[in-house]
């Protein structure tokens, strides 16, 4: 892995803000099959009453991610946008968003919830999207032979997302943006691509815009009900109805917040390993983690790929079709090991 997402080590008030709680929200962005199926894909809310009734309307927008470090399950980028001049009362006074890893499970769905149902004022007057990269794409670009790391992938979800909020005609006049890496050259990198636009691109934005700081509500009550869904093949198995409870009689243990350094996560992963396979759509095969798992010293299985040069790039079509002797032979008289001249019996 290029980038250092999974060496964050967090505490356990930290897990514990990370692990998804029972009942989470599940909104419009969580497509159930497309997650099982490790499918990446976009979900944009309709424009806002406020905002459509008014296009010409100034609007401030938010960007910021959930899910970048963890082993477990996809990570989610979300924006969200409103009239400029509500960005502070709305948001900020009114409904008290926050970074959302200093909400509670339970504050971050209720907001969640509000900005999904009608006759709500943050329903009519903000608007949001969600990117969902699957832990499948994540693993497969950045282990393709090209390297599209996780910073990359990133970006370029945000640039997507931002685009096509554009498209829709809204008018979007400042941005607000959780950096990835330095801040200074992902703001020049923005500002080429939107000139008339002011862009604010900072660390700790969720905690410093309360526009940021609502796009963290969407993303991470977002990872966390996609968390919920990836979980529900093994609980069947299981019987575990959530992915953080434990089945002691099993003994297996659900996978909590899928960060490398929560136990139950490493714990879930050791125990639920296939020999072959390892695991299914939720799982990070690019994070060390999940490789020095299946490439251990306990793996059960070894599996050693040829390389590309192993010798037999000069082989021929013939070479699967006949056998020559030792002596060699003609190609044309020999094929399929008969030789065209021997006499055949005539019925």
């Known amino acids: 892995m290029t980038d250092s997402a999974e060496d964050v080590q967090m505490d356990t008030q930290e897990i514990e803000l990370e692990t998804p709680a029972s009942g989470v929200f599940s909104a419009p962005s969580v497509r159930r099959p497309d997650m099982l199926a490790g499918k990446s894909y976009s979900h944009f809310s309709p424009i806002p009453t406020q905002i459509a009734d008014d296009m010409a309307k100034e ?25 400029l001049e509500l960005q502070q009362s709305l948001l900020a006074e009114t409904h ?30 903000c608007g949001w999207a969600t990117r969902i990269m699957s832990a499948r794409d994540i693993s497969a670009s950045m282990l393709a032979p090209s390297q599209y790391n996780l910073n990359a992938q990133a970006m370029d979800a945000t640039i997507a997302l931002i685009k096509e909020v554009m498209a829709m005609g809204v008018n979007v006049k400042e941005i607000y943006i959780d950096t990835i890496g330095r801040p200074e050259v992902y703001q020049k990198k923005l500002e080429r691509i939107w000139p008339t636009v002011q862009i604010t691109v900072a660390k700790k934005a969720d905690s410093l815009y309360p526009v940021v700081s609502a796009a963290s509500v969407c993303a991470k009550v977002t990872r966390d009900a996609a968390l919920d869904v990836c979980y529900e093949p093994y609980r069947a198995a299981t019987g575990n109805e959530s992915v953080n409870e434990t089945s002691n009689d099993e003994g297996v243990v659900a996978w909590g917040s899928g960060y490398p350094s929560d136990v139950r996560t490493t714990t879930w992963l050791k125990q639920n390993m296939d020999p072959v396979f390892g695991w299914g759509n939720e799982c990070r095969f690019s994070w060390g983690t999940a490789k020095e798992l299946l490439e251990g010293k306990n793996a059960d299985v070894k599996v050693d790929w040829p390389v590309d040069d192993d010798g037999n790039g000069d082989m021929r079509m013939t070479d699967f079709f006949a056998s020559r002797n030792e002596a060699g032979g003609d190609e044309l008289v020999d094929w399929f090991g ?3 001249t021997e006499e055949m019996e005539v019925f």
Do not use: I, Q, W
């Open 59 to 83: 609007v401030v927008l938010g960007v910021d991610e959930a899910g970048r470090g963890p082993v477990l399950g996809p990570m989610v980028y979300a924006l969200l946008y409103l009239p």
């Open 96 to 125: 008290h968003f926050d970074d959302s890893k200093v909400l509670t499970p339970e504050v971050r769905s209720n907001l969640m919830r509000k900005l999904c149902t009608r006759e709500t004022d943050l329903h009519a007057a």
């Open 338 to 340: 008969k030789r065209v």
